[in-house]
């Protein structure tokens, strides 16, 4: 695999980070600027803003979480060159689920959907992470000095 199609994902990934941050910070300055929450409220991270705010503040924090693990093995199979097309494939799966659970969590918030797609990435990652794992301790062990 090209490193363009091993990395496209994980691009992919850092700019629904960005796109739900840069609605969060619009919200918040929003609601800031019409005097819902002063700055002396936020300055230590209290947890102060309306509902809206608090539901994307959530969405943006949950892309710090699970995706992190991403992240590292997209990384290492790079470094390691186990990075193939089922792999690949096994990225866009693990992003289309964090895309769609971050749209369920930014606009309806329903659980009983959000869930599902939470669970299925989880699955995804858990089970790339395992073919990462197989690959590098079944594949002989030469050590250069």
Do not use: C
Not at 55 to 78: D, H, K, R
Not at 128 to 136: E, Q
């Amino acid at each position: 695999m090209t490193l363009q199609a091993i990395l496209l994902p994980l691009f992919v990934q850092v700019g629904l980070i960005y796109f739900v941050g840069l609605r969060l910070a619009k919200l918040r300055w929003s609601v800031v600027l019409r005097g819902e929450v002063r700055w002396q409220d936020i300055a230590l991270r209290e947890r102060v803003w309306p509902g809206r705010e608090e539901q994307l503040s959530n969405s943006f924090q949950n892309q710090f979480e699970m995706p992190v693990l991403f992240y590292v093995l997209v990384v290492l199979a790079i470094i390691t060159k186990k990075a193939d097309l089922v792999f690949v494939i096994m990225e866009w799966l693990f992003v289309t689920t964090r895309i769609a659970h971050a749209y369920v969590h930014t606009t309806s918030n329903y659980v009983p959907l959000r869930g599902p797609f939470f669970i299925l990435g989880s699955a995804i990652l858990f089970i790339m992470w395992l073919i990462f794992a197989i690959r590098i301790f079944a594949a002989p062990m030469i050590w250069a000095l």
